[in-house]
């Protein structure tokens, strides 16, 4: 908040101007850099492809990811409000990384894999549009 002086003619006054605070930061985000830090330190936890639920959605591009491949880092992309999170995964012998994206699911299994405590997604519990609608869906 800032208090700006404003002088119209004869009168003096003063202003209140409400900043909104530019952040490019989000929790998701602080929880992106969390588990990288704990994918590079030799904790002795390796996530593997074929541990996550990589599930395709749609407007997903299909990208085949060995089963045996080892998640390296993640990465994110768009609105930092809202980011596509992305996997990066590297086989043994293969020099080539696939990245993939991450969905609620394969988020909740990584972190809990990594023994993180972090929220993804939307809690159904806490999605109020949700309980509004099954109570309008519900025979009488």
Same mark, same amino acid.
């Given at each position: 908040?800032?208090? =700006?002086?404003?002088?119209?003619?004869?009168?003096?006054?003063?202003?209140?101007?409400?900043?909104? +605070? !530019?952040?490019?930061?989000?929790?998701?985000?602080?929880?992106?850099?969390?588990?990288?830090? %704990?994918? %590079?330190? +030799? @904790?002795? =936890?390796? =996530?593997?492809? @074929?541990?996550?639920?990589?599930? !395709?959605q749609p407007g997903?591009?299909?990208?085949? !990811?060995n089963s045996s491949?080892?998640?390296?880092?993640?990465?994110?992309?768009?609105?930092?409000?809202?980011?596509?999170?992305?996997?990066?995964? /590297?086989?043994?012998?293969?020099? /080539?990384?696939?990245? =993939?994206?991450?969905?609620?699911?394969?988020? %909740?299994?990584?972190?809990?894999?990594l023994n993180l405590?972090?929220?993804?997604? !939307?809690?159904? /519990?806490?999605?109020?549009?949700?309980?509004?609608?099954?109570?309008?869906?519900?025979?009488?």
């Amino acid at each position: 908040m800032a208090i =700006v002086p404003i002088h119209s003619g004869t009168l003096g006054s003063l202003i209140v101007v409400r900043r909104r +605070p !530019v952040t490019t930061h989000t929790i998701e985000m602080a929880q992106i850099k969390e588990i990288n830090a %704990k994918l %590079k330190t +030799p @904790s002795g =936890v390796v =996530v593997m492809a @074929s541990e996550l639920p990589l599930e !395709v959605q749609p407007g997903d591009r299909r990208v085949p !990811v060995n089963s045996s491949a080892q998640l390296t880092r993640l990465s994110w992309t768009g609105s930092p409000s809202f980011p596509d999170i992305f996997g990066h995964f /590297s086989a043994s012998g293969d020099e /080539s990384r696939r990245r =993939v994206r991450l969905h609620t699911a394969a988020l %909740k299994e990584i972190s809990h894999r990594l023994n993180l405590h972090h929220a993804w997604g !939307v809690e159904p /519990s806490n999605d109020i549009s949700r309980t509004r609608r099954q109570r309008r869906t519900r025979p009488a």
